[in-house]
């Protein structure tokens, strides 16, 4: 028994999954995509209201062996609506239905930040449930608060949780963070940046049974001065002995 391969078909058919539904935001440009196999190769055409798209100022058309792309200038609102993908060869024809719709960027990120231990920052960053269009990551951006502007910020890609702990920071230094959230639109806008201090190292002392924190500097400026003051006290003893040996 003689089976054909499923990737050499007489007719079109379709690849899975099929994009039914596309978004996007007046200004921007939207991706709509048809793929499908055949022998013969296909021939993808696009249509808008049962006329047949090419490329223009709003249409740019691009197409390989098993797929093509339309993609749409959103100029107005005008442009969202139905389109249709045709697919044929010689033994055949299939179309499909992709929808534009507008859609929206995600709101900006509420989070918050703090520092437990010296030279890290802790990000917890509220989520946003949106079934049709989720939210795909968030971008997480620091930098020093001296420096003049964000080109030069540092950043990560966070795709899973809602928190994510910086290593590796100057000590005692204060940062600024500000976070954006991207969905199949678009990117948010950016945060509101929030400025938080990162700890320096810290020398714990007990006095009268309670625990009493200070900064390493602190503690280590007062051992100094204490150390300088036994000194002092050491050579004046001596002193006194040695000028009343000789009276």
Same mark, same amino acid.
């Given at each position: 028994?003689?089976?054909?391969?499923?990737?050499?078909?007489?007719?079109?058919?379709?690849?899975?999954?099929?994009?039914?539904?596309?978004?996007?935001?007046?200004?921007?440009?939207?991706?709509?995509?048809?793929?499908?196999?055949?022998?013969?190769?296909?021939?993808?055409?696009?249509?808008?209201?049962?006329?047949?798209?090419?490329?223009?100022?709003?249409?740019?058309?691009?197409?390989?062996?098993?797929?093509?792309?339309?993609?749409?200038?959103?100029?107005?609102?005008?442009?969202?609506?139905?389109?249709?993908?045709?697919?044929?060869?010689?033994?055949? +024809?299939?179309?499909?239905?992709? &929808?534009? @719709?507008? $859609?929206?960027?995600?709101? =900006?990120?509420?989070?918050?930040?703090? /520092?437990?231990?010296?030279?890290?920052?802790?990000?917890?960053?509220?989520?946003?449930?949106?079934?049709?269009?989720?939210?795909?990551?968030?971008?997480?951006?620091?930098?020093?608060?001296?420096?003049?502007?964000?080109?030069?910020?540092?950043?990560?890609?966070?795709?899973?949780?809602?928190?994510?702990?910086?290593?590796?920071?100057?000590?005692?230094?204060?940062?600024?963070?500000?976070?954006?959230?991207?969905?199949?639109?678009?990117?948010?806008?950016?945060?509101?940046?929030?400025?938080?201090?990162? +700890?320096?190292?810290?020398?714990? &002392?007990? @006095?009268? $049974?309670?625990?009493?924190? =200070?900064?390493?500097?602190?503690?280590? /400026?007062?051992?100094?001065?204490?150390?300088?003051?036994?000194?002092?006290?050491?050579?004046?003893?001596?002193?006194?002995?040695?000028?009343?040996?000789?009276?």
């Amino acid at each position: 028994m003689y089976y054909r391969s499923a990737f050499f078909t007489d007719r079109p058919i379709w690849h899975s999954p099929h994009m039914e539904l596309a978004h996007g935001v007046i200004g921007s440009s939207a991706n709509l995509t048809c793929a499908a196999h055949s022998q013969p190769p296909p021939v993808f055409e696009w249509f808008r209201e049962m006329v047949l798209l090419g490329n223009s100022k709003l249409y740019r058309i691009m197409n390989q062996k098993w797929k093509s792309m339309l993609q749409v200038k959103i100029k107005d609102a005008s442009v969202f609506g139905d389109y249709h993908c045709l697919v044929s060869n010689s033994m055949g +024809k299939v179309k499909r239905k992709i &929808t534009l @719709v507008e $859609g929206v960027v995600p709101a =900006s990120p509420e989070f918050t930040v703090w /520092s437990d231990e010296p030279g890290i920052l802790i990000i917890k960053f509220e989520t946003e449930s949106n079934a049709l269009l989720p939210v795909l990551e968030y971008r997480i951006e620091w930098k020093l608060t001296t420096d003049s502007d964000w080109h030069q910020a540092r950043y990560h890609q966070a795709s899973e949780g809602n928190e994510f702990v910086i290593h590796g920071l100057s000590f005692e230094s204060d940062y600024s963070i500000r976070i954006a959230a991207r969905n199949i639109v678009g990117y948010s806008n950016y945060s509101e940046e929030m400025v938080q201090r990162t +700890k320096g190292l810290i020398a714990e &002392t007990v @006095v009268d $049974g309670s625990s009493v924190s =200070s900064s390493f500097s602190s503690a280590l /400026s007062s051992t100094l001065q204490a150390d300088s003051f036994q000194h002092c006290v050491a050579f004046l003893v001596l002193y006194i002995i040695i000028v009343s040996e000789y009276r």
